[in-house]
C-alpha cells in the first residue's frame, strides 16, 4: 500500500551545485505533479507530467529548472545551478486520472531543499 | 495574484467545539474544489471535496459549504479534536489544482 513515494527528505546543495529530486507515484497512478512551497507560504503549482509528456509547465521557472517523467523510473525534478532563494520544500503528488476528473492529488511527504 | 485566498493566518478553537476555516477564491471557472491537511514535515493530505454543482459535502465530522453566489468556501470541523491541530490547505481546479496559503487550526485543550 505505498503512497507517494519521494527521496531524497532531505537535501543540502552548495549555491552553483545541482539538485535532483525523485518521485514515485502511487501504484496505477500515470500523472504526476511538483508543487513548490515556500517558509510560511502556500503550495505553489510547477508542473504536471504523463509518461514521457510534460503537459503543463507554466508554474516552472524558466531557467535553470527542468522535470521529466520517463516510460520507466521515477519522475525527476532538476535544479541546475542551484541559489538561496531554491531553499524550499518541493512536494510530488499523483493522481490516476487526468485533471478533468474529480479525483484529489495524493501527495509525498516532500524532498526539503537547502542551499547553503 | 491569488486566486485562492485564505484570509486567516491561524485560528485556534476550544477542543469540542465548531472550527470553521474559510477560503474566498476569484476565478469563477473553478469548478472542484478541495481541503487539504497538513502536519509538520509530512505531506498534505486529502481530507474532503465539493464539487461547484454542489453547496454541501458531509464526511463524518467534516463539512464543506460551497457559496457560488460569493465565490466563498468553508470547513468546518466538529467536534474539534486535538489530533485535527494542524494547517488546512483550501484548494480549488480549473486545469490544475491551485493551494491556498494555508490556516493554522490550533485546539485547545
Known amino acids: 500500500n505505498a503512497g507517494v513515494m519521494q527521496n531524497p527528505r532531505h537535501l543540502v546543495r552548495r549555491r552553483g551545485q545541482e539538485a535532483r529530486l525523485r518521485c514515485s507515484p502511487m501504484?496505477?497512478?500515470?500523472?504526476v505533479y511538483w508543487y513548490r512551497q515556500l517558509p510560511e507560504e502556500g503550495l505553489k503549482f510547477m508542473v504536471y507530467?504523463?509518461?514521457?509528456?510534460?503537459?503543463?509547465e507554466s508554474g516552472m521557472p524558466k531557467e535553470r529548472f527542468s522535470a521529466e517523467f520517463p516510460k520507466e523510473g521515477p519522475s525527476i525534478l532538476r535544479i541546475q545551478q542551484v541559489v538561496r532563494g531554491d531553499s524550499a520544500a518541493y512536494f510530488c503528488a499523483s493522481s490516476p486520472d487526468t485533471p478533468q476528473y474529480n479525483s484529489p492529488l495524493h501527495f509525498g511527504n516532500g524532498t526539503r531543499l537547502t542551499v547553503t | 495574484d491569488q486566486q485562492v485566498k485564505q484570509n486567516s493566518p491561524s485560528l485556534s478553537v476550544q477542543e469540542g467545539r465548531i472550527s470553521i476555516l474559510n477560503c474566498d477564491y476569484t476565478?469563477?471557472?473553478?469548478?472542484?474544489f478541495l481541503w487539504y491537511k497538513k502536519y509538520p514535515a509530512e505531506g498534505p493530505t486529502f481530507l474532503i471535496s465539493i464539487s461547484s454543482i454542489k453547496d454541501k459535502n458531509e464526511d463524518g465530522r467534516f463539512t464543506v459549504f460551497l457559496n457560488k453566489s460569493a465565490k466563498h468556501l468553508s470547513l468546518h470541523i466538529v467536534p474539534s479534536q486535538p489530533g485535527d491541530s494542524a494547517v488546512y490547505f483550501c484548494a480549488a481546479r480549473d486545469d490544475k489544482i491551485i493551494f491556498g496559503k494555508g490556516t493554522r487550526l490550533h485546539i485547545l485543550p
Open positions: 476565478n469563477s471557472m473553478f469548478d472542484y
Open positions: 501504484k496505477g497512478h500515470s500523472h
Open positions: 507530467l504523463q509518461k514521457e509528456n510534460i503537459i503543463d
